[in-house]
């Protein structure tokens, strides 16, 4: 199992209780004479401490009646709550320890592999704006929703993220590949922006959240049946987890 150095899934079993006997004492030889090894051990743990504290009670909510109806209408969709969810905090927590992020099991389509450069690029462009940032200024809320819902394709509202400290600046539409798309941005008190891109989902398939990163720029991501939705920002991929479900939830009551 291991030489001079202890393999990571050793160490997040280890982390888990999950070794036994002769490999956990084996583990246990190792840190003892490795420091790195014990401060990547006690990363594993902090990790694994956050995720529980801010997504445990998503285990125990009910399921949003907006996916109840998405499942009815396929049976192969794998929605955000619950098991889809999990999975996919269970590979964001070894990607972040092994220097990957954000791939699980699920096959991804070609919408799921896309959205998130669309979304960060959408990011970079605007994001920066100052004046220009949006097109429909969060003043017109009601306007802004009923023009890029009617654009798009499929009602929504834009969610509101103020309990988590963005207010919306307002939104703006876009173009991919010649189809309309949205993008809604989010400002806090310190001027950092979020930016949430959204289209409407011509495959008609579901994907569960995702992470990707791109150098300090976070995107959380998810597909669902009728439409696609990115986060992006400069936050931390903790921080980033929870405004997706906020957003997530924001759109829910939408529908």
């Given at each position: 199992m291991m030489a001079n150095t202890i393999e990571i899934w050793a160490l997040h079993a280890y982390a888990d209780g999950e070794l036994q006997?002769?490999?956990?004492?084996?583990?246990?030889?190792?840190?003892?004479?490795?420091?790195?090894?014990?401060?990547?051990?006690?990363?594993?743990?902090?990790?694994?401490?956050?995720?529980?504290?801010?997504?445990?009670?998503?285990?125990?909510?009910?399921?949003?009646?907006?996916?109840?109806?998405?499942?009815?209408?396929?049976?192969?969709?794998?929605?955000?709550?619950?098991?889809?969810?999990?999975?996919?905090?269970?590979?964001?927590?070894f990607g972040a320890a092994s220097g990957w992020l954000a791939h699980n099991s699920f096959t991804q389509t070609a919408t799921a592999e896309t959205l998130p450069q669309r979304a960060l690029d959408a990011y970079v462009v605007y994001g920066a704006e100052q004046r220009h940032a949006v097109e429909v200024a969060a003043t017109e809320k009601d306007h802004l929703e009923a023009w890029l819902s009617k654009r798009i394709g499929v009602k929504f509202s834009v969610p509101d993220l103020s309990v988590q400290g963005y207010a919306l600046i307002g939104g703006r539409l876009l173009g991919e590949a010649g189809?309309?798309?949205?993008?809604?941005?989010?400002?806090?008190?310190?001027?950092?922006?979020?930016?949430?891109?959204?289209?409407?989902?011509?495959?008609?398939?579901?994907?569960?959240?995702?992470?990707?990163?791109?150098?300090?720029?976070?995107?959380?991501?998810?597909v669902e049946t009728d439409m696609v939705y990115a986060l992006s920002g400069?936050?931390?991929?903790?921080?980033?987890?929870?405004?997706?479900?906020?957003?997530?939830?924001?759109?829910?009551?939408?529908?």
């Open positions: 006997g002769d490999e956990k004492r084996a583990v246990e030889h190792a840190l003892a004479s490795s420091e790195d090894s014990r401060r990547f051990l006690d990363s594993i743990r902090s990790q694994k401490s956050e995720l529980h504290k801010t997504y445990d009670a998503v285990l125990h909510e009910a399921v949003p009646h907006r996916l109840l109806r998405a499942a009815k209408q396929t049976q192969s969709a794998s929605v955000w709550p619950r098991l889809a969810l999990a999975a996919s905090l269970g590979a964001l927590a189809k309309p798309a949205g993008l809604l941005m989010y400002e806090d008190s310190s001027k950092k922006r979020l930016a949430i891109y959204v289209a409407a989902n011509s495959a008609k398939n579901n994907e569960a959240m995702m992470v990707e990163k791109r150098g300090p720029l976070v995107t959380c991501y998810w400069e936050q931390s991929t903790e921080q980033m987890l929870v405004l997706a479900k906020a957003a997530h939830d924001g759109f829910d009551k939408a529908g």
